[in-house]
């Protein structure tokens, strides 16, 4: 059916069929979490100042399964993804976490089989950097354990950012965005498609999200960002699965993709390994909580959460333009260098920002809140 239509419609379809849907079942889910006492209550590291529903991802999961299972039906000739069943996986990860706060090990094992999943689709073991570094097509023995890291790293970094309004949802969009205009001028529609519907749930939770209401506010909750980093992390090892072919169609160096994709990811991914370096050079534990995270810096500088949300999400674009505009006009080497460069500017502008920052007394007593697994290990 969906091939007798303009491809215009199709996108207008999913997009407003993904955001309504969301629409509609968020303020029921909220009313459920409040009937039962499903909330997060504000610790000493929240940002927040009221009890809040943190079901948003039941929404998402809701609404994809929906609209997916409508898009696998109409592009039937395009060989399983195996999607369903590992995000599946990840909202019963999610979901526990929400509900009472799991063990480490219990999420990493959680997303481990997610990602195991994924390889039951052959052509997710064949990734290849198209000589960046001087690296080409991965080895079985090199993309599987690479696959891993990533896919792990990400699900737990984009979950890491999650932690005042706004921010997993507009940067999800940003970066869903950015993938979406790749996967569209490859030719790649299905894939779009999918960026498409991810898009859609994003803007209607972030209308609620931002709601000044108690009533109708939500969080996204492990089971929104395990969730979102999930698919992200796919549709990234996705546009490494591309051949040098298909790469070409975006006008720019095959070599300069890994690089490219990186800059587009870099919000969730440079803040945690900013928080890591940070914490291993103070001799701290590498992955004890607390408020140093980029969005906890601007806040405690007395930014609101829409203007920092806002504020990282300018930053992110500015630097996916800047990084496509170098792809298409320099090798690798330069773009690794304004990596680095980026990297460095943005380490030492966030820790002259942290210097003045008052610290503020924090109440000793045991976390009750919500924390990733990385958070959970040390």
Same mark, same amino acid.
């Given at each position: 059916?969906?091939?007798?239509?303009?491809?215009?419609?199709?996108?207008?379809?999913?997009?407003?069929?993904?955001?309504l849907?969301?629409?509609y079942?968020? @303020?029921?889910?909220?009313?459920?979490?409040?009937?039962?006492?499903?909330?997060?209550?504000?610790?000493?590291r929240?940002?927040h100042?009221?009890?809040? @529903? *943190?079901?948003?991802?039941?929404?998402?999961?809701?609404?994809f399964?929906l609209c997916?299972?409508? $898009?696998? *039906?109409?592009?039937?000739?395009?060989?399983?993804?195996?999607l369903?069943?590992?995000?599946?996986?990840?909202?019963?990860?999610?979901?526990?976490?929400?509900?009472?706060?799991?063990? =480490?090990?219990?999420?990493?094992?959680? %997303?481990?089989?997610?990602?195991?999943?994924?390889?039951? #689709?052959?052509?997710?073991? %064949?990734?290849?950097?198209?000589?960046?570094?001087?690296i080409?097509?991965?080895?079985?023995?090199?993309?599987?354990?690479? &696959?891993?890291?990533?896919?792990?790293?990400?699900?737990?970094?984009?979950?890491?950012?999650?932690?005042?309004d706004?921010? =997993?949802?507009?940067?999800?969009?940003?970066?869903?965005?950015?993938l979406? =205009?790749?996967?569209? %001028?490859?030719?790649?529609?299905?894939?779009?498609?999918?960026?498409?519907?991810?898009?859609?749930?994003?803007?209607?939770?972030?209308?609620?999200?931002?709601?000044?209401?108690?009533r109708?506010?939500?969080?996204?909750?492990?089971?929104?960002?395990?969730?979102?980093?999930?698919l992200?992390?796919?549709l990234?090892?996705?546009?490494? =699965?591309?051949?040098?072919?298909?790469?070409?169609?975006?006008? &720019?160096?095959?070599? #300069?993709?890994?690089?490219?994709?990186?800059?587009i990811?870099?919000?969730? &991914?440079?803040?945690?390994l900013? &928080?890591?370096?940070?914490?291993? $050079?103070?001799?701290q534990?590498?992955?004890?909580?607390?408020?140093?995270?980029?969005?906890?810096?601007?806040?405690?500088?007395?930014?609101?959460?829409?203007?920092? *949300?806002?504020?990282?999400?300018?930053? #992110?674009?500015?630097l996916?333009?800047?990084?496509?505009?170098?792809?298409?006009?320099?090798?690798?080497?330069? $773009?690794?260098?304004?990596?680095?460069?980026?990297?460095?500017?943005?380490?030492?502008?966030?820790?002259?920002l942290k210097?003045?920052?008052?610290?503020?007394?924090?109440?000793?007593?045991?976390?009750?809140?919500?924390?990733?697994?990385? %958070?959970h290990?040390?």
């Amino acid at each position: 059916m969906l091939t007798e239509i303009p491809f215009l419609l199709k996108v207008l379809l999913f997009l407003c069929s993904s955001f309504l849907i969301t629409y509609y079942l968020i @303020p029921k889910i909220v009313w459920v979490a409040r009937e039962k006492e499903l909330v997060v209550k504000p610790d000493h590291r929240s940002s927040h100042h009221v009890v809040t @529903p *943190s079901f948003g991802g039941v929404a998402f999961f809701i609404c994809f399964i929906l609209c997916y299972s409508f $898009l696998r *039906s109409e592009y039937a000739s395009i060989p399983s993804m195996f999607l369903i069943p590992g995000v599946t996986v990840l909202f019963i990860v999610g979901l526990k976490d929400d509900l009472v706060i799991s063990s =480490a090990l219990g999420k990493l094992f959680g %997303q481990v089989i997610a990602v195991s999943i994924l390889f039951l #689709n052959p052509s997710f073991w %064949q990734l290849s950097f198209h000589g960046f570094l001087g690296i080409h097509e991965l080895p079985v023995y090199l993309s599987v354990p690479f &696959i891993y890291l990533f896919m792990i790293g990400f699900i737990n970094a984009y979950n890491l950012i999650d932690g005042i309004d706004g921010l =997993a949802s507009i940067i999800g969009v940003v970066i869903l965005g950015s993938l979406g =205009a790749m996967f569209l %001028q490859i030719g790649m529609e299905y894939f779009f498609l999918v960026c498409m519907l991810l898009i859609g749930s994003l803007l209607a939770f972030t209308r609620f999200n931002f709601s000044r209401s108690i009533r109708r506010k939500i969080f996204m909750g492990d089971t929104g960002s395990l969730f979102i980093g999930f698919l992200i992390g796919f549709l990234a090892l996705k546009m490494l =699965a591309m051949s040098p072919t298909e790469v070409l169609r975006l006008g &720019i160096l095959p070599e #300069n993709l890994p690089a490219l994709l990186l800059i587009i990811l870099s919000i969730p &991914i440079f803040d945690t390994l900013r &928080i890591m370096v940070s914490r291993k $050079l103070s001799g701290q534990k590498i992955f004890l909580p607390d408020r140093n995270h980029v969005h906890h810096i601007l806040i405690d500088l007395g930014y609101t959460h829409f203007k920092t *949300s806002l504020m990282l999400s300018v930053a #992110n674009i500015s630097l996916i333009a800047f990084a496509y505009w170098l792809s298409i006009h320099f090798s690798w080497p330069y $773009l690794l260098g304004f990596i680095l460069l980026h990297c460095g500017m943005a380490y030492s502008t966030f820790h002259y920002l942290k210097s003045k920052v008052r610290p503020l007394p924090l109440k000793r007593k045991k976390r009750k809140g919500r924390m990733s697994f990385l %958070q959970h290990l040390f």
